[in-house]
């Protein structure tokens, strides 16, 4: 039976029962994790241009504010796309965000180390967090979710109970006079481009304030931050081994290590990246506004998941871009910024945020359904 | 050097008291396909995995080209060129066919630490692949998740032939199939065979085995019960042993007696 079937089955008859339909081009389109989220941002501009066009929010001053908010918020989104990618989740974030910035600020007031050596210090103390998140998740097979939301909470007693003991309060300030002059801190605190905007004013190009110095002074190191770490992730993800690998380990852990993946090394990595992601983002913050706050970052774990999550990523794991995360991140930066130039009172922000997140998982399920459809 | 490519001599595997595998052998020469037949519960998983050096037997030898060998990970096994394609195939249905073509062995270029993964290459690789066994793959960024379940299977073993297995280790590779992907499977498997590779064709259905097996060994209850070649031995005959064909053989006599009983009242 099986000899006759084997006979009959030749090549040309594989060829037009089963490859012969052709996949059209929207289709390819679809099949990119990203689309959603560059349609959403492109919308979400749209949207703007029409109700705040005449506003200020599309000056140069404006601009250079949302996308400041976005580009924060891209930093732990992109760090979190990779994450879940690779098929987990970090809930600690928003508190790796807290104790990074008075990792920070407790020994540069206190206990007068440099500055740069207190940012040193904060980042292995997030490599050594996200190393202790994914050896957790790896040795145990605990979901991630739990391990992480247990950090959570770790993190955030740690960053109060450790700041309240050494200074009697919540809030470390006084930072700002270390800036100057310190070889690592410039990295997190210096706006680009200064040339650029300077002659963009005396073009009257953009706004200037009333001493003619333009109001918007330079990008924010925030941007070129996140500008940098979308292109990297990208590269790692699309051009790399270890990019395959992110995949394989989120997509089916079993098979992966089956065929010889380092799946326990691919998490332990991505953890730290997302721990080490919120540090970059504490750094950023805790240098702009001169203090450490304990409760910074509070909520924003959930905010990066869900730019990842409308920027494609599957909660499932396996799929999703970095780009996507980039986008989902814009939209929630711009919506967040552009809704103050709007009527609309900005408690409906969330509102927003919610809906976006649902709708883009839904599309993203209908997406999978489509890319691994059977034939 | 005797015939054989590879020889697993007098097997025996146990789970504490349980005996999973008891004095099970296996010889094959190059380009022979073995079928290994056994009902549920026979041992084919543990013999697997004991092949695939999951396992370490606990007595008994396996000789790999004159050279006595032990495997202490998989990675051994691979290694020295036993290739085992699971029944979960190791397929990501939301990755590409290059990607999953070459997961875990991605081919790099680039100086170091700059080293990026070659996908041109791997692309052309792994459509070529595809290409030889009859699978017209013109997209291999295309989602392994769209291909039918005997072009994934074809995959399967055409990646671990590619990456150096000399004998292939099938785990039911058409017990999820329907007849004509079966078919093709069972074709691309001679195939191979043809080209040097030595076969074990791991499964429950006879009617798969038969036509593409040289020699068949039936698994009952972890142990061999025997390896017959195929002139020596019929369709219907393999299929009684390996379902039990005692077993068969009693029920059928006590419902005969039965039958007898109830037509005496």
């Known amino acids: 039976m099986s000899l006759k079937s084997k006979s009959i089955s030749s090549k040309s008859s594989l060829n037009e029962d089963e490859r012969l339909k052709k996949i059209s081009s929207l289709r390819v389109l679809l099949n990119r994790p990203e689309l959603g989220a560059l349609g959403g941002s492109i919308l979400v501009f749209i949207f703007f241009g029409i109700v705040a066009g005449d506003t200020g929010m599309f000056s140069a001053y404006g601009m250079l504010n949302f996308l400041d908010v976005s580009a924060n918020l891209g930093i732990i989104a992109i760090a979190a796309a990779m994450l879940m990618i690779g098929g987990e989740f970090d809930l600690s974030i928003g508190s790796m965000i807290g104790f990074a910035g008075i990792c920070i600020a407790i020994p540069a007031i206190y206990w007068g180390w440099p ?39 770790i993190l955030r007693g740690l960053t109060l109970a450790i700041t309240r003991l050494i200074t009697g309060r919540t809030q470390v300030p006084g930072l700002r006079v270390l800036i100057e002059d310190d070889p690592l801190a410039w990295l997190f605190a210096t706006d680009t481009f200064k040339w650029l905007f300077t002659w963009l004013g005396s073009l009257k190009l953009i706004e200037l304030r009333t001493d003619g110095t333009p109001l918007a002074t330079g990008i924010p190191p925030s941007v070129i931050w996140f500008i940098a770490l979308t292109l990297f992730a990208t590269w790692i993800l699309m051009k790399t081994r270890y990019g395959n690998w992110i995949f394989a380990s989120g997509g089916d852990k079993v098979g992966a290590t089956n065929v010889g993946v380092p799946v326990g090394r691919v998490k332990i990595s991505l953890f730290i990246g ?94 999978r359904k489509k890319v691994t459809e059977s034939k | 050097m005797s015939d054989y490519l590879v020889q697993f001599n007098n097997i025996s595997k146990f789970f504490g008291k349980v005996i999973a595998l008891k004095d099970v ?203 017959f070649q195929k002139k020596d031995i019929s369709r219907e005959k393999l299929l009684s042993m390996m379902a039990g064909g005692e077993e068969l053989d009693k029920l059928e006599v006590e419902l005969q007696e039965m039958d007898r009983i109830h037509n005496k009242n």
């Open chain 2, 25 to 227: 052998t296996m010889r094959l020469k190059k380009g022979e396909i073995m079928c290994l037949l056994g009902d549920n519960g026979a041992g084919k998983s543990t013999l697997i995995k004991t092949l695939a050096g999951v396992h370490k037997p606990d007595e008994g030898e396996i000789i790999f080209e004159d050279n006595k060998i032990v495997f202490d990970s998989p990675k051994d096994a691979l290694d020295i060129g036993i290739g085992t394609v699971y029944q979960d195939l190791a397929l990501v249905p939301l990755m590409s066919v290059t990607r999953n073509f070459f997961m875990g062995r991605e081919p790099q270029k680039g100086i170091p630490f700059l080293k990026t993964f070659d996908v041109e290459k791997a692309n052309k690789i792994a459509a070529d692949r595809m290409g030889q066994i009859g699978i017209d793959v013109r997209d291999p960024s295309q989602a392994v998740g769209t291909m039918s379940g005997g072009e994934r299977q074809c995959l399967a073993i055409s990646r671990a032939i590619y990456f150096g297995a000399k004998v292939l280790v099938l785990d039911e590779p058409t017990s999820a199939l329907g007849v004509h992907q079966a078919s093709m499977v069972l074709k691309y498997i001679v195939k191979a065979a043809s080209e040097g590779l030595a076969v074990i064709l791991i499964t429950h259905n006879v009617h798969h085995a038969y036509p593409v097996g040289n020699s068949f060994t039936v698994l009952n209850r972890g142990k061999s019960m025997g390896t």
């Open chain 1, 274 to 367: 997302t721990a080490v992601a919120s540090t970059i983002f504490a750094c950023i913050q805790v240098l702009d506004a001169g203090s450490a706050d304990t409760m910074r970052g509070t909520l924003k774990e959930l905010e990066a998941i869900a730019a990842a999550v409308v920027g494609g990523c599957l909660l499932t794991g396996g799929y999703g871009s970095a780009i996507g995360a980039a986008f989902g991140a814009i939209i929630f930066g711009t919506v967040s910024m552009g809704i103050f130039y709007t009527d609309v009172d900005t408690d409906w922000f969330k509102v927003f945020l919610g809906a976006m997140m649902l709708i883009a998982v839904v599309f993203n399920n209908y997406i």
């Open chain 1, 115 to 153: 500055l740069w050596m207190s940012i040193v210090f904060a980042f292995a103390m997030a490599v050594l967090v996200g190393y202790f998140n994914g050896i957790m998740v790896v040795k145990t097979g605990l979901p991630s979710f739990i391990v992480t939301l247990a950090m959570l909470f």
